[in-house]
């Protein structure tokens, strides 16, 4: 067990907050996302909107970004995110913001000219998530409780301890290091305290939970997939876009929302404890919404998936913008910020953000990562190739199908999948943490594929 005040426990609950490209990057292996994550950064550049697009997938924003930046120890090394203008437009009306250096303005210029964004004052913060004055026991298995000797009797006994005289007391400095070692054992042990600090190795936790996702989930994603008639297979699947868009705006979700629409229930290491502390503990404990907003992250403004409305990966709402002198600043002052308060400005303007996810960010609206037409083969372990080759297309898929063994072509069928129901959407996302390649929860279906089983599940 381990006692630490808040500031230890924000570092801990800021876990929930990552996006798991964020968490990949940390070489942490989550199942077959580790594939995913590899197969965007080994994807041509052409085969999305643009470079920002890729670059948004490996380095996905936390959404909770200004709160993590006040931790003690953050383990997200994302570059903070950064407001850039047209150095043209800016002396002007043509009020367009990006968060990304060198998108296009809608005048034909280049946004390159970094522009500060006005901070609200936090005097007297005291912690970020909960109280940094606090004290908290934190089990082996990562329960946190709030400090108090009745709380501390029940662990205890948990271990059979009887004589506290047997217990060793030790003081521990907390680096990043340390954090993310924690963080890495965090999905795999049920003892990651112990494995993180005192370099102890635990068995890998294997265990797995069926889960039937909410009922409320709408949208839907239309795949072909090449069947083995003998073997009532499928090998893989091939589509134009959206079904990708799906899979890797995985990478820009944080586990905390994961785990709400996995009802906490994700069945890997300790991670589920992390989770279930933050919702038992008392609200009193916690710093305004935080509570609410750790339970349930959301996807970082404009990193959300947008070709298919997805109930499941919601896109947190993007703030308005405004461009002005700051009320602070002596009337004189030419100095000019963007701000989400308007009142915090002199004569503000309002402004509009520049959407990368589309082919003209400043005049059109999102649509997704890749681009379309362009058609993906995705294998049954979350690799993601494409075939969009003016030329060689041809050539190219003819050279997938050979690398695959023992394949005839007289047994191979194609079929049409649309996934409709939220509970094929849960088991994709939990069969890409909990397995290396795409299969469907091992204790329930070991031989089937899980995209067999969504074939099965549309023809029903």
Known sequence: MAEASGDFVDVLFSFLTLPLGTITRLEVEIGCIKNLYQSVRDLNPDVFWNKMCKEML??????????????????DDTRPTKYFMCDTCSKSNGLLVSTFDGAAC??????????????????????????????FLICDDLTVLESSPGNAVQPLRKYGLKDLSKIEEKSLQVDTDKMIRVLKKVLTSKTPLSDAFLEKESSPSDSFSR???????????EIKVMVSKSKKEILFAKEDGNFVDFLVSFLTTPLGSILNHMNGKLSLGSIDNLYASVKNLDSSWFIGSSKKLLLNPGVAPQFGCKSI????????????????????????SERKMISTKRDMLRDPAEMKLFEPRCCDG???RAVGFVKRPCTFVVSDDLEVKTTRNAIEETTTSITYLREMENLRLDDLEENSVKITKSHEVIFTIHSSFTTYSFTLLQYWCKKIQFISMLLIWSNN
């Open 362 to 364: 400043a005049r059109e």
């Open 309 to 332: 409305q997805l109930n499941v990966l919601q896109e947190v709402h993007t703030p308005e913008y405004w461009y002005g002198t700051p009320v602070t600043d002596d009337k004189g």
């Open 58 to 75: 490996l380095f996905p924003h936390n959404p909770l970004e200004a709160s993590c930046q006040r931790l003690k120890v953050n383990v």
């Open 211 to 221: 889960y039937i996702g909410p009922s409320n989930w709408k949208g839907s994603v």
């Open 106 to 135: 809608s005048c034909g210029k280049l946004m390159t000219n970094e522009t500060e964004l006005l901070k609200e004052s936090r005097e007297g913060d005291n912690g970020v998530f909960v109280k940094g004055d606090a004290m």
